[in-house]
């Protein structure tokens, strides 16, 4: 059996083969249910009679972008519209949403848009004492994904508290997104909790 070790590529490096490849092994990427290495390896990614086994240190998607619905623009800011140049890359095809301004979270490659997902800014969830944002992920990823600590530092900047809480051990309630406050659901709270 051939072991492969997955290194982190700068943009620069990516080429547009490598964004095929990337797109094509995210796009099957699920939850191991082979029977095989399932406590080393919690997903897999088949590809043909290959299979790739992945561990990760937290969840396999991590959402580094946001864009703003049919903008081609790239943003990181809630609360500005600082932007950057757009990616040079194809766009991925359009997540469930028909809607061409619903703004979109993308993973499977740190600077380009590779797979997407509409962002819910209901289901963000902090996680208090580390600081690490979550958002909404395919089902068959487990249903979460983490934010890139880049763009989790913007959006905390953004969420709202109750009255007196302490952001340190308290969950924020709501999150101010394009004006509006979004009431949180924390239902991503379960996945964090831990029996004595």
Not at 124 to 150: C, D, N, Q
Request: with cysteine.
């Amino acid at each position: 059996m051939d072991i492969f070790s997955w290194t982190q590529y700068t943009p620069a490096q990516l080429s547009h083969a490598d964004k095929v490849f990337l797109r094509f092994f995210f796009r099957r990427l699920k939850a191991n249910d082979t029977g095989r290495y399932v406590s080393e390896f919690p997903f897999y990614s088949p590809c043909g009679e290959e299979i790739n086994f992945v561990h990760c240190d937290d969840l396999p998607v991590v959402f580094s972008q946001l864009t703003m619905g049919n903008e081609s623009t790239t943003t990181t800011s809630t609360t500005s519209n600082t932007t950057q140049d757009p990616p040079p890359t194809r766009r991925a095809r359009r997540s469930s949403s028909s809607q061409g301004d619903v703004p979109q979270l993308w993973y499977g490659s740190d600077n380009h848009q590779v797979l997407n997902v509409d962002f819910e800014p209901s289901s963000l969830f902090m996680l208090p004492g580390t600081g690490r944002v979550y958002h909404a992920a395919p089902e068959r990823l487990g249903g979460i994904g983490l934010i890139k600590s880049s763009l989790a530092i913007e959006f905390g900047k953004s969420f709202v508290y109750e009255e007196a809480a302490d952001p340190e051990v308290d969950y924020p309630v709501g999150f101010r997104f394009q004006e509006t406050v979004h009431r949180l659901d924390n239902k991503f709270a379960k996945h964090f909790l831990y029996e004595d």
